[in-house]
């Protein structure tokens, strides 16, 4: 395809009512390309018609690329054919993302796995599909649940690392096996000339966070939620290896665009931090708005004492204590991202939530969100991208 025609092409997004997938939707609009999404019904038009609002939300209203919704479910493979068809592209972003460990593991593998499967078999059908981008995690590639001592602890891991999925919970087990299972189908297509009909590039995500488009909330951001409302009366010992959800989405969009992405991996952070000293950069801009941000670093202990009766907190407990040192050097290098600034992806993150009335708003915030004269009416639409897309040359390294 010329460069032409591939903004002209159509690109299907699956799971686009989700925290992911309507950024990604964004980007791609952004970007000039017309998108499909899918949605498990599209009955209520009420419902569609706020879900564009919030994707389109931001963007130029003259001249937008073609938005539509049609039906999908992951674990209905008949409902595949026809989302795809007419579609160039598709960036598989759907995928469970539980609030806590489920009692039964296949309520998360099962979807994520034979969801994933599904999409790409009816890409290969259709035979119109050039490349899936799907979004994996870097719980495919890395997680310090598993450092046992063995190994090098100043290892910095990239995207030529997996993890075992036997030694992590069922949704790490969904990423990594749903990922592996895409490898797998895309390796055993027959190729023609020398090359597969269907490509395949990967995201693997750290921890997401940033604006919220729609009303779907992402455990990722449960963390800063929990900073804001004082659901917990202060910080756990815990690393956290943080992306921007916009990087996150233009790396979807950029894995779409060049023949060297085919194949690759893309592990998507910006920094890692503890999130003491997040709750300090939460505390800082908020205090100030009436909102008193716990800082106090709770023991270990009483965390996993408390992880019994607060099962959301249960997947942490394992991770206490432990860094990641992880490397960005092919999101930086290949996909041209420089990451977003840490500072900003959580305070966005925080005003989000609020704007939602996921956290309530003082009074003192909303006098602070009062428009000035000199205020401008909507942000510079360059700003959705996330972040100046110049090259870095540091890996991530954890910060103590």
């Known amino acids: 395809m010329t460069q032409i025609e591939q903004k002209n092409a159509k690109v299907l997004v699956t799971g686009v009512t989700g925290y992911v997938g309507a950024h990604v939707a964004q980007q791609l609009l952004l970007h000039g390309y017309k998108v499909r999404g899918t949605v498990r019904s599209t009955a209520d038009e009420a419902k569609m018609t706020k879900l564009r609002q919030q994707v389109t939300e931001g963007l130029p209203s003259e001249g937008l690329p073609e938005l539509e919704f049609v039906e999908a479910d992951l674990l209905k493979e008949e409902t595949w054919p026809q989302a795809i068809a007419g579609c160039q592209y598709i960036c598989h972003v759907a995928s469970p993302f539980p609030l806590d460990i489920p009692n039964d ?47 090098d602890q100043d290892k910095i891991f990239n995207e030529d690392d997996w993890v075992d999925p036997e030694k992590v919970e069922p949704y790490s087990q969904s990423k990594i096996l749903a990922e592996r299972a895409a ?48 659901s917990t009366p202060g910080v756990p010992k815990f690393h956290m290896p943080i992306c921007d959800v916009r990087d996150v989405a233009l790396a979807h969009v950029k894995s779409l665009e060049s023949p060297e992405h085919v194949g690759k991996r893309y592990l998507i952070v910006s920094k890692c931090k503890w999130l003491k000293d997040i709750a300090r950069i939460v505390q800082k801009e908020f205090k100030p708005l009436g909102y008193f941000v716990p800082t106090m670093t709770v023991p270990s202990t009483l965390v996993w004492i408390g992880s019994y009766i607060d099962r959301s907190t249960a997947m942490i407990v394992p991770r206490l204590d432990k860094e990641f040192k992880l490397d960005n050097k092919r999101m930086v290098e290949d996909l041209k991202i420089t990451p977003t600034e840490v500072e900003r992806t959580i305070l966005d993150t925080c005003h989000s939530l ?46 103590s």
Do not use: C, M, W
């Not at 034979?114 to 719980?139: C, F, H, I, P, Q």
């Not at 997401?208 to 455990?219: A, I, Q």
């Open 354 to 399: 609020i704007e939602k009335g996921v956290i309530k708003s003082t009074r003192r915030y909303k006098k602070s969100k009062q428009p000035s004269k000199s205020e401008p009416d909507e942000a510079p639409a360059d700003n959705l991208a996330g972040g100046d897309i110049v090259p870095q040359q540091e890996p991530v390294k954890s910060e």
């Open 105 to 151: 593991p296949d309520v998360i593998i099962k979807p994520a796995v034979e969801g994933t499967l599904a999409v790409l078999r009816a890409a290969a059908a259709d035979g119109n599909v050039k490349r899936v981008a799907l979004t994996s995690s870097l719980a495919a590639i890395h997680d310090v649940k598993i450092l046992d001592g063995k190994q």
């Open 183 to 230: 490898h797998k189908f895309i390796q055993d297509l027959p190729q023609e000339e020398g090359k597969r009909k269907l490509e395949l590039v990967v995201i693997n995500p750290s921890y997401v966070l940033g604006p919220l488009l729609t009303d779907s909330l992402s455990s990722s951001v449960l963390g800063i939620k929990r900073l804001l409302d004082r």
